[in-house]
């Protein structure tokens, strides 16, 4: 039997309903340019070419592990460091420092309102210039936090910012918005969104970023993601655990972070590093051989190597950082756009 003859509207015919101008029909090509395969680029929390929103409390960890998973995705090449956008308008100077250091040597971007002309009004700005000039694709932008570009109580205002948030990622971009939630909890005692529905609703994805326990002996942290809503396949429920002590440095917190199976008393089945310092110079010293050599990328590849975690990485390479060849292993020259690029040292001579 014949499949029935497609029809196919007659040329110099009016269409009787207004709506057919704007059809799609026959466009399915040039929209092939701009769709993004859904699949996940920072852990499973935050799929490729969709808008998501994660909700926290203060203090919860929610920027330390979107710097954590933005570091392992330019890692994997699921993402080019130059296509990396994050605005930072939530941090002290101080702080802001650190966060630009870690980017200098991830070689991504950081911006921050009131440094080099750059203001919060100028980012749907820049978003409506890449959607005009079809330069969206494979851009990722996260704002930090969300509060800080549209008054989140105003539901007109938040209806503007998703629509540019919209039309950005209809061109193929990535968005991300951290934003905060209310002081008081739910009847289940669960975090409630600040602002109205709209981000929430009108996103792809979005999470809700809680405390799931503390362990006594190591004084970790388990952060549990849990969906509220996706459009795609995104994980319904991830756990990340860091150690929150103060007295760490920004980095050595970052590098303390790590995924788990489950949140229990236990985290879920526990990784336990083997830390041997020997392998860990060994491996330090493979990657700076073979062409590794900025600093939170032998971080990442010598931890990987040696089943050691990544802070037990980064002290054995700051112990052996320095320009003393009988006291040192290797020392970092600073490159371009402030990269710190780590070479070994010549041996001692006798």
């Given at each position: 039997m014949k499949p029935p003859p497609?029809?196919?509207?007659?040329?110099?015919?009016?269409?009787?309903?207004?709506?057919?101008?704007?059809s799609l029909t026959g466009s399915a090509a040039e929209l092939e340019k701009h769709a993004v395969e859904q699949k996940p680029l920072l852990g499973n929390v935050c799929p490729i070419g969709e808008a998501t929103v994660w909700y926290a409390k203060y203090n919860t960890g929610k920027t330390v592990l979107?710097?954590?998973?933005?570091?392992?995705?330019?890692?994997?090449?699921?993402?080019?460091?130059?296509?990396?956008?994050?605005?930072?308008?939530?941090?002290s100077s101080f702080g802001l420092v650190e966060k630009v250091r870690l980017f200098e040597d991830l070689g991504a971007h950081m911006v921050a309102p009131g440094h080099k002309g750059f203001e919060v009004r100028i980012l749907v700005t820049t978003m409506e210039e890449m959607i005009a000039a079809d330069t969206a694709r494979g851009v990722f932008i996260a704002i930090d936090t969300l509060k800080r570009f549209v008054d989140v109580m105003d539901k007109k205002a938040s209806r503007a910012f998703t629509s540019a948030v919209r039309r950005f990622v209809s061109k193929?971009?990535?968005?991300?918005?951290l934003a905060h939630t209310n002081k008081r909890t739910d009847k289940d005692g669960r975090p409630v969104p600040e602002g109205t529905a709209d981000v929430l609703s009108d996103f792809d994805c979005g999470y809700l970023l809680d405390i799931a326990g503390e362990d006594k002996r190591t004084g970790e942290i388990a952060v549990e993601f849990?969906?509220?809503?996706?459009?795609?396949?995104?994980?319904?429920?991830?756990?990340?655990?860091?150690?929150?002590?103060?007295?760490?440095?920004?980095?050595?917190?970052?590098?303390?972070?790590?995924?788990?199976?489950?949140?229990n008393d236990e985290y879920g089945e526990r990784f336990t590093p083997t830390n041997d310092e020997a392998a860990i110079i060994e491996a330090i010293v493979q990657c700076l051989k073979h062409g590794t050599v900025t600093k939170m990328d032998i971080v990442g590849l010598a931890a990987k190597a040696t089943r050691s975690s990544r802070r037990a990485v980064l002290k054995v390479l700051e112990q052996s950082t320095?320009?003393?060849?009988?006291?040192?292993?290797?020392?970092?020259?600073?490159?371009?756009?402030?990269?710190?690029v780590y070479a070994p040292l010549a041996s001692p001579t006798s």
């Amino acid at each position: 039997m014949k499949p029935p003859p497609l029809r196919v509207p007659s040329e110099g015919v009016p269409p009787t309903n207004p709506l057919v101008r704007y059809s799609l029909t026959g466009s399915a090509a040039e929209l092939e340019k701009h769709a993004v395969e859904q699949k996940p680029l920072l852990g499973n929390v935050c799929p490729i070419g969709e808008a998501t929103v994660w909700y926290a409390k203060y203090n919860t960890g929610k920027t330390v592990l979107l710097l954590h998973l933005l570091m392992e995705a330019i890692q994997a090449k699921r993402i080019r460091p130059e296509d990396v956008i994050v605005v930072n308008a939530d941090d002290s100077s101080f702080g802001l420092v650190e966060k630009v250091r870690l980017f200098e040597d991830l070689g991504a971007h950081m911006v921050a309102p009131g440094h080099k002309g750059f203001e919060v009004r100028i980012l749907v700005t820049t978003m409506e210039e890449m959607i005009a000039a079809d330069t969206a694709r494979g851009v990722f932008i996260a704002i930090d936090t969300l509060k800080r570009f549209v008054d989140v109580m105003d539901k007109k205002a938040s209806r503007a910012f998703t629509s540019a948030v919209r039309r950005f990622v209809s061109k193929g971009g990535t968005f991300l918005a951290l934003a905060h939630t209310n002081k008081r909890t739910d009847k289940d005692g669960r975090p409630v969104p600040e602002g109205t529905a709209d981000v929430l609703s009108d996103f792809d994805c979005g999470y809700l970023l809680d405390i799931a326990g503390e362990d006594k002996r190591t004084g970790e942290i388990a952060v549990e993601f849990t969906c509220e809503t996706s459009r795609g396949r995104a994980a319904s429920k991830a756990y990340y655990v860091y150690d929150p002590d103060r007295d760490l440095t920004y980095t050595e917190r970052l590098c303390s972070i790590r995924e788990v199976d489950a949140a229990n008393d236990e985290y879920g089945e526990r990784f336990t590093p083997t830390n041997d310092e020997a392998a860990i110079i060994e491996a330090i010293v493979q990657c700076l051989k073979h062409g590794t050599v900025t600093k939170m990328d032998i971080v990442g590849l010598a931890a990987k190597a040696t089943r050691s975690s990544r802070r037990a990485v980064l002290k054995v390479l700051e112990q052996s950082t320095g320009d003393d060849p009988k006291l040192h292993r290797w020392n970092f020259t600073r490159r371009e756009h402030g990269r710190m690029v780590y070479a070994p040292l010549a041996s001692p001579t006798s």
